[in-house]
Each structure stands twice: as C-alpha cells, then as structure tokens.
C-alpha cells in the first residue's frame, strides 16, 4: 500500500483576498451535498487535513467543472484523498474494464464511461495541483483514460456487430484480433501526452482482406458505422456529460475519404502524396484498439516514410511554414499577457514540440533513438546524439512542464479545450491565484521567462523563414494564349475544363474584375494563386468552385481584404476552397462580408456552443444594448445571424460537427435573433406608442425552428400570442393604441425587422400562416383566444403543428401559462382511429396537390421527412394523453419515446429514429450544398459523392440506394400504424 495523496500534498491554489478554507469548504460543498453522511466522511478528513482542506478550498474557489464533480461524488472525492493516487488511478482503471462485457448495454456503458471519466479528472486534478504528479504521470494517467475508453468502445462495437451476425471474431474475449480492426491514437494521445480536456485525435483503418475472413460482407460501409458508433459512444453529450470529444481529421485526405480507410488505400496514400505534416504526425501514432498486432505492423511498414534514409532539411521549411500558419502572436515586444496562447504563442507549447519533431524527421533517419513520440525523452536523446546541448533540454524541458501545467489549469476550470489565458483583468488575476501565484503580475513575470528562453532555442533551428514552396507545378498565366504545362496542371489538379479555368485566371490578371484592379489586390493575388488552384482542386467540384469565386469577385467592391486573409492562414484557404466548391451559400456570404472569415481561425471554431442562451448572448453584443438607432441595430442584427449562420456551416464543412448539431445550430441562430429582434423591436415601438399596462406577449417557434432542426434555408414559421388584462386602456405613449391594435401594429413591426432588406442583406422569411384560423385572422393572437380556438374550432393540422412548438422570445409568466396550455393541448385524450384517419387523409391532401413521387424531394417523397414528421404527430396526439414522455422535441426523439413507453415496437421505433436522422442529414447537405431545387442530374457527380461521405457512405450509388430502401421501410411503417388507427403492439 502507498502513501495517501492526502499526506503527500504539497500545494494548492491560492484563494481569493476573501477567501477562507473552512468557509468555503463548508457553504460551497458540504452544504450542497444530498448525502449527509458522505458529508459528516468528508468533514471529519478536512478537519484533520489541512492540506486537503487547502486544495479542496482552492478547487471550489476556481473551478466550477471539479467543482459539481465534487458535488456529485463526494465518496469518490474522499477515497482520492485517502488513497495513494496510483493506486487509485489503477484501481479506477480495472473496475470500468470490468464493468464492459459483451452483454453490457450501450447506454450503460455511455453511462459508466462518463463517470469513470469524471472520476480519472478530480484524482488527476488533485495529484497535479497538490504537487504529488509530475506532469509526465499527469499526462500519462489522461492518456490512459483515452486509452480505455477507446478500447472499451470499439470492441462494445465489434461485439454489437458480431451479435448481429455482421462479423465473425476470431477471439471473442479479445475482438480486436483477427477483426481487421485497426485505430490509432496520433497526436498527445498517441505519444502519452493527452491534455487535461481534449480532443482525441484517432485514425480508424481496416484490412479488407481479413475483414472478409471475418464474415463482413461490405467492409467499407461496415467499418464505416463502426466508426461513427465508436466516436458516438465516447463524444456524444448525455446527461452524464461526454467522455471525450473525437477527432478523425488527421485521416488521409478527409476531406473525401471516409472515416474508416482501408490499409491498402492509406499506404498507396502515404507512399504518394504524404506531406510532411503527416510524417510529423505519424511520429506519435499508437494502436489503441482493434488488432494492436495489426496496428503495429501497420506503423512499422511506414518506417521508410516517416523515416528518411538521409538527412532531411527540405523538412524544416514544411514544418516552419505549418508553425508560421498556427502562430498567433507577432514577436515579444507585442506579447500581452490577457489573452496569450500559452500553446499556439510565440515561446509557447507547439514551439517546443516542433523543436524536436522536426530534428527528428531531419535526423530519425539515420538515428534510430531519435524516433520515439514523448517530447521530454526526445530531448534526452537529442542531448544524448549531442544535437542540443544539456542547457537546451534542461531549459526547455523546465519550460514545457511549466506550460503544460498552465495549460492543463486553464482546461480544468471548465472543462473547455483552451489554451487562452482570460482577457479580463480580474479573470485573469483569479487564474494566477489558481495556478499559485499571488497575483497576476507575478504570474506574467513567469510567462514572459519561459516564452522568451524557448523562443530563444527555436530561433536558432529557423533563423530564416524560408517561403511556402508550392505544390502546383508549372502555372503560368501571362500572354493571351494558354501554355500547355499550366493547361496540364490544372487538369493534375483536377480540374474539368482546365483551358476555361486558365482563361478566369488570366481574366483576374488582366483586370477584367473590378474587386482586384488595384495593385495590391493583384499583387496578393500573384502570391496566392498556386495555393489557391491547389486548394480549389482538391474540393468536390474545382470548376464550379472557380466559377463561384469569380462570381464573388464580380459583386465585391475590392477583394483585397479577403485575399490577404486567405493568403496569411493556409488552414482558411483550404477551409473558403471547400465553402466555393461545396457550399455556394456560404461562398456568397464570406465574398460579401470576409469578416465572417474571422471567426474561423479563432480557437473557439473548434469548440461550438450552440445553447440558444449563450448564442443570443453573442447576438447582443454585436447589435448592442441598446443599439445606436433602429436601423443600426437590424443591421447589426444582420451581421450577427449571418456570423452565426455562416459559423455553423463552417463547422459542419470541417468535420467539427454533425447535421443533428448543424440543424440545431442553425435554429439557435434563428432563436437568438427572434429574441434580440422582440426586445428591440418592442424597446423601439414603446418609444412611439407607450406600453400596455399589464400586457405580455411571447413568441412562439413552429415547425423545424421549434423542432430545433433547421436548414440554411428554411423559413421561419412564428406565431406572436399575447395577454392583457380584461380592464387594460390603451397604451401610455405619446400615439395611444388600443391593447389589440398595439400587439398587431407589433407583430408586423417584428415580423419587418426579421424579413425587411437592408444595406446589410436579409435575414430570415417569416410564414405566420400556423395562427387559428391564418391568415384570415389578425397577425397577434390572444392567449385566451388561443386557448378556445383548440378547445373547439381548431382542425387537427393545428394540433399536429403544435406538436413541434416551443416559445423562442417573450416575458417569462405567459411563456410558462403558453407552454402549460399546449402541453394541455396534446395530451388530451383522443380516438388513435380517428387521429390516424384524419392524418392519413392530411398526408395524401399533401401528396394529391404536390406530389411525392420525386425521389430527392426527401421532404415530400413516399416514406419522407412528412412521413416521418406526421408519424410522430399522429404517435403524440393520440398517445399522449397516456404516454406523456411522447412530448419530445425532435422526430427522432418522438420516436425513441414511443419505443421507451412500448407505444411501438422496438424495431420500428428504431428504424424510424434512425431514418429520421439520416434522411434529416441527408436533406441538411442537399440545402448545405445545392442552392436551387435539388436535381441530381444538374448536381456535379462529386458533390452528390461529398453528400455520401457527409452520411458515412461510400458513393453517390449506394446514398441512392440507402434513402430508397429507407423511405420504403418508412413508408411501409406509416401505412400499417395509421392504417390500423393505433400503433402496433
């Protein structure tokens, strides 16, 4: 038995002026906890620990992520101060491995992987700010916990597999082997150097052959779902929280490979067009699950990539320019400590790495010693090989342990993939007190210590900083006639009709575009064009996207702004490339306004909140409180929603979310920008009119905004309800209005303010047609007209409608009484028969007058998204009543609900769930993609194949293949349970 980390504390943050051990420990934890008994444990240990009760105190005082963690398992708290940490640690480690067998259920083991998790965070966060973990076993005992959850997550998959007859495994206590199954982990994961709240960085790579062996009959499509059921068990957000967040981006070319890459596939991959980048990466690769044997021969045969037999210094410039692409502070005498990047900064985290990655790719080669993935023990054998000097490494090892630990306190506060100190001078004064220091100035002094003595060390690796080489070959755009070499490129690139692609160059060159006559504008664009033709080569649709690109520079006033943005961040070059090749809306927004652009190389791209609250919270502060006119402020409003917008679609192109979250992304947009609209619109109106006393309005969402499942282009379905007291006079501004002509005057006003053109664009289409009795009735609904309509007139349209409404903007007390009355609304009870009759009826009105028989409409197909939506209003409305858990928010949801309650079965619950998901994101990419109606024979081939692989499919075919035989499933479905009047038992 060890010693108790209680025994071996040695630091802890430093409070608040205030601050005081007892009281904080007291009011902040135990007072808080449900478990009076674990509590009396926990005051017994304090009393009699002062160095617990210190740590304890500091934590609550500075995280609030330990802090409910803390909250919630008091029990686990005490058992990590009163063991020895590593044993604790491994003992935490064999219980969840324990806990997983084949017939563990999925959501228990997302359940017990998130907790496993939590606990691994609070012991590791106690044994580093206690000072009892060095940061190697703090980096190590994080990249065990990956390493678990990895493992325990595939073979959960290949067991789910295996029980449904789509694999055979060769070993069944150990899945992996013999599966054909390889995932690596790369990055800080891969080399045992995980940070404290990170992404993971995995490459899942399979051998076709020995899949086949296995039984798997489609073994692209197969590993494929693997994948996206492997990431889903570790990433996706529960109530429990999420394990980690993954990354599959570091695959080869992501951008149109899927997500499980066949072996043979990525060797050819790498023996050809493998970048310098990728060796770099490969350095720290490590099979994590799957065949590990598999997974090992796999890294070894890349030797002779990743490893150059000779020296080589052609890789210094490749790796210098990727620094100069990521670095995000200019030069020491700029460095200011409120918002620094203690990882991405000059004489920070990625400088050290890169220090000695790139000494390895240069001499690895030839020194077998120097191949190993740790930072530290690389700049061991750099001394050891006298490459560097004892100096070098004891310097910069002193350094990068001081940064790592700095950058884990930043990421424990809120659990957040940060490495930005705070901007606010009493935050970042709080963050020095949690990293020990006393005050902020002492803390700086520190910082500016280390990041002068590593910028020192990587100054002498590059002492010049040697140009972008380019990668496109001969390109050449002078004269009035087409050289052949560049015509030859170009088509290399993978360009279609390569003279005409030459011809819009030489266009831009010769000025025949206004945006980029001046000589800076042409001057950037010189330097950029190589870059740019190969980035816009390696898109779904290269001609189309220059053509995009030409068009936006027909409608900018100047480009130069955007050109110069793009030439200065090669990650935002490839990133616009991919927006002109596969999402012309997003093209003509970024042409428009390039500040979009701007949020995209901000840290934050890769770490997206989407909670209605904190967007709107974003929304204000760009229009302002309040805003300095009327017409200001719906510019502003303009600029925001299209910031948001755009951010959202970004993301989704990058990987960095999903459709489901990009629906929903779009919809808090939508959300915030109603709110902010209502408030402003309101705060303008009362200025000319008064207010009416007493009165409240809401504003309720419909449709796919109050389903949270947006797409670009939807329209916005509302309906404005409001209250006023029986006695109310008119309102008490300058012109009176009488209470019903106020709320209707409003509603108009609000409804301009989101749908009117300005010089800033337009923002949203507003149907307001789901009113009682539409448009024959006033734009503004009282609430107790409201009520009665439903209690009588209303048709069961209006109560499907309503199934899928949520209150986005208004005051409080009548958004509760709105939300109460719909709730009453839909549980009512009703006959399933009749529900069922008037819905099927509904369905084929909707059929008769539009059509259905159009494949790619997945809205109003046979077996479509109609389906699938009257389905769970039919499910709501005629269940409800009994099974009031059927109120979810989404289709999906509806559906998951009934298969809970035993409303349907479960496998028609589960593939309606599932198709709604699919063809939901399906539908997204098409809109995301494709600006007009959806033909697939005008869509470019390769945009149809960049929708498959959006979906997880491998072609164009297959994508056809699978919505087909989904509608016919849904269709099928919808036939049985409406055409009985009740869902089946």
């Not at 010189?526 to 779904?540: M, N």
Request: with cysteine.
């Amino acid at each position: 038995m060890g010693e108790p980390l209680c025994e071996c504390l040695k630091a802890a943050p430093v409070l608040p002026a205030r601050g005081k051990v007892e009281t904080l420990w007291r009011e902040e934890l135990i007072e808080r906890l449900f478990d009076a008994e674990a509590g009396e444990r926990l005051i017994s240990h304090l009393k009699g620990h002062e160095a617990s009760a210190a740590l304890v105190a500091g934590i609550l005082a500075h995280s609030p992520f330990l802090t409910q963690i803390m909250r919630r398992d008091p029990e686990g708290l005490l058992a990590s101060l009163t063991t020895d940490p590593g044993e604790r640690r491994d003992a935490l480690l064999a219980v969840i491995a324990a806990f997983a067998t084949p017939e563990t259920a999925t959501a228990d083991l997302m359940r017990e992987l998130r907790r496993f998790r939590q606990a691994m965070a609070l012991l590791i966060a106690l044994a580093d700010m206690g000072g009892v973990w060095p940061v190697e076993t703090v980096t190590a005992a994080l990249s065990a916990t990956a390493d678990m959850a990895v493992k325990l997550a595939s073979e959960h998959a290949l067991h789910q597999a295996a029980g449904l007859g789509r694999i055979e495994l060769p070993d069944a206590d150990e899945p992996g082997k013999g599966s054909g199954l390889v995932v690596l982990a790369l990055g800080k994961h891969g080399a045992g150097e995980l940070n404290y709240s990170s992404d993971i960085d995995i490459v899942v790579f399979f051998d076709p052959e020995m899949a086949e062996a296995a039984g798997v009959g489609e073994p692209t499509s197969f590993f494929v779902k693997l994948t996206q059921q492997i990431a889903r068990i570790i990433q996706e957000r529960t109530p429990d929280g999420y394990v980690f967040r993954v990354d599959l981006r570091l695959r080869p070319d992501p951008g149109s490979t899927h997500v499980a890459v066949a072996l043979p596939t990525a060797y050819s991959y790498y023996e050809t067009v493998g970048q310098n980048w990728e060796r770099a990466a490969m350095i720290k690769a490590r099979p994590v699950a799957g065949d590990i044997e598999l997974g090992r021969r796999f890294i070894a045969d890349l030797a002779p990539f990743i490893w150059r037999k000779y020296f080589d210094f052609a890789a210094i410039a490749d790796i210098h320019a990727m620094k100069r692409q990521i670095q995000s502070v200019k030069g020491f005498e700029t460095l200011s400590l409120p918002g620094h990047n203690v990882k991405l900064g000059r004489g920070g985290i990625r400088e050290i790495e890169f220090f000695v990655q790139t000494q390895q790719l240069v001499f690895g080669g030839r020194r077998p010693a120097l191949r190993g993935p740790r930072t530290l023990e690389m700049l061991g054998e750099l001394t050891k090989e006298n490459w560097i000097s004892p100096q070098a490494r004891d310097e910069l090892t002193e350094s990068y342990c001081w940064l790592r630990t700095i950058e884990h306190r930043l990421q424990m506060r809120h659990d957040e993939q940060t490495q930005t100190l705070p901007t606010d001078a009493a935050d970042l004064d709080a963050f020095a007190r949690f990293c020990g220091y006393p005050s902020a100035k002492a803390f700086g002094k520190d910082l500016e210590a280390h990041a002068r003595r590593v910028e020192g060390h990587y100054a002498l690796l590059f002492e010049d900083a040697p140009s972008l080489a380019s990668e496109a070959g001969s390109l050449s755009f002078t004269g009035t006639e087409n050289d052949p070499e560049t015509l030859a490129t170009l088509g290399k690139l993978g360009f279609r009709q390569p003279a005409t692609a030459a011809e819009t160059v030489r266009g831009w060159h010769f000025g025949r575009r206004a945006a980029v006559t001046s000589a800076r504008a042409r001057e950037v664009l010189t330097e950029l064009t190589p870059a740019l033709l190969v980035a816009l080569g390696r898109t779904t649709d290269p001609d189309g996207a220059l053509a995009h690109l030409d068009n936006a520079f027909v409608r900018m006033p100047a480009a130069v702004e955007l050109l110069t943005l793009l030439r200065s961040h090669d990650a935002l070059l490839q990133l616009f490339a991919e927006i002109l090749g596969s999402a012309p809306r997003l093209a003509k927004v970024a042409a428009l306004y390039p500040h979009v652009l701007d949020a995209v190389i901000d840290p934050a791209f890769s770490a997206p909140r989407h909670d209605a609250e904190r967007v709107a919270q974003r929304v204000r502060a760009v229009v302002g409180t309040p805003p300095p006119s009327v017409e200001d402020g719906l510019d502003r409003l303009r600029d925001a929603a299209r910031q948001e917008n755009f951010l959202v679609g970004a993301r989704l192109l990058s990987g960095v979310i999903n459709a489901e979250q990009a629906a929903q992304g779009y919809a808090a947009a939508a959300a915030a920008s109603i709110r902010v609209a209502f408030e402003d619109t309101r705060a303008a109106f009362a200025a000319d009119h008064g207010l009416v006393d007493g009165a409240e309005a809401v504003v309720l969402g419909m449709g796919r905004l109050g389903a949270g499942e947006l797409t670009p282009s939807s329209d916005l379905d509302l309906m404005l309800l409001y209250e006023r007291p029986e006695e109310a006079e008119a309102s008490d501004g300058g012109r009176p209005l009488d209470p019903v002509t106020w709320h209707v005057r409003f509603t108009q006003r609000l409804v301009a303010a989101l749908t009117v053109p300005t010089r800033r664009g337009t923002l949203y289409q507003v149907d307001m047609r789901l009113r009682p009795a539409g448009n024959k009735s006033p734009a503004a609904t009282q609430f107790g007209g409201f009520t009665a309509y439903h209690q009588g007139e209303a048709e069961i349209w209006e109560e499907m409608a309503l199934t899928r409404a949520r209150v986005v903007a208004g005051d409080a007390p009548l958004r509760e009484k709105v939300e109460a009355a719909i709730r009453e609304i839909l549980l009512r009870k009703r006959e399933p028969a009749k529900v069922a009759a008037a819905v099927a009826e509904m369905r084929a009105l909707i059929a008769k007058e539009k059509g259905e028989g159009n494949a790619w409409d997945l809205k109003l197909a046979a077996g479509g998204l109609t389906d699938l939506d009257f389905l769970a209003q039919y499910l709501v409305l005629a269940h409800g009543h009994d099974h009031p858990q059927l109120l979810a928010r989404t289709t999906a949801g509806v559906f998951a609900a009934a298969r809970d309650t035993g409303v349907i079965a479960d496998e028609d619950a589960e593939r309606l769930a599932n198709a709604a998901r699919f063809i939901g994101d399906v539908q997204l990419w098409q809109r995301f993609a494709v600006e007009e109606d959806f033909d697939p024979k005008a869509v470019p081939a390769r945009v149809l194949s960049r929708i498959a692989t959006a979906v997880g499919l491998p072609d164009a075919k297959v994508l056809k293949a699978e919505l087909d035989e989904t509608r016919s499933a849904v269709r099928a479905i919808f036939r049985r349970i409406l055409g009985t009047g009740r869902a089946p038992s």
